[in-house]
């Protein structure tokens, strides 16, 4: 028997499932703010409106349960979604002196987050400092899959857009 897993990748099934539960947050504020609140993945997993997502996308594949608790708190961040480059990249342009919006001190302490409730704090700080206008497909696919390969293809879209950073 084999089980099929999420992959988040641009126009699966699994990313519309998130992006209409991404939406249906606007409708219902109150999800938003209790998700916003949320300070571990553990009070993530314990909200109502995560357990819609997870419903929402298991129909898909076998969600791994706190990779979506971090995709779910992560997202409520989020309130504009723009899809014109990766979310890495992002992190590395678009101050007006054309310096990266992240420091290159931050995105590399980013980079050593290896525990999920660690990756969960200091991502919220940085989608803040982006505005709350993120690339969410790119957060959702580069979170739930946190891993060695994840932080290196990060490296090389930071690195590639700011080298000054450095």
């Known amino acids: 028997m084999s089980t099929k ?8 099934l699994e990313m519309q ?21 949320c300070a571990t993945l553990a009070e993530v997993a314990f909200t109502p409106a995560y357990h819609r997502l997870r419903l929402a996308v298991g129909k898909f594949g076998a969600p791994h349960d706190d990779s979506l608790a971090l995709v779910a708190g992560l997202s409520a961040r989020v309130k504009n979604d723009i899809a014109d480059s990766p979310f890495a990249e992002q992190l590395a ?21 290896k525990e999920l409730d660690e990756l969960f704090t200091a991502m919220g700080r940085v989608v803040a400092l982006l505005g709350s206008s993120v690339n969410l497909q790119s957060l959702a696919k580069s979170v739930y899959f946190w891993n060695d390969r994840t932080r290196k293809q990060w490296a090389f879209e930071y690195y590639s857009k700011s080298p000054s950073e450095q």
């Open 93 to 113: 342009t678009g101050k007006a002196d054309g310096s990266a919006r992240v420091s290159g001190l931050r995105f590399r302490r980013l980079l050593k987050a």
């Open 5 to 12: 897993y999420l992959n988040f990748e641009k126009n699966s």
């Open 17 to 37: 499932a998130l992006a209409a539960w991404w939406q249906a947050l606007n409708d219902n504020r109150g999800d938003r703010a209790e998700l916003r609140r």
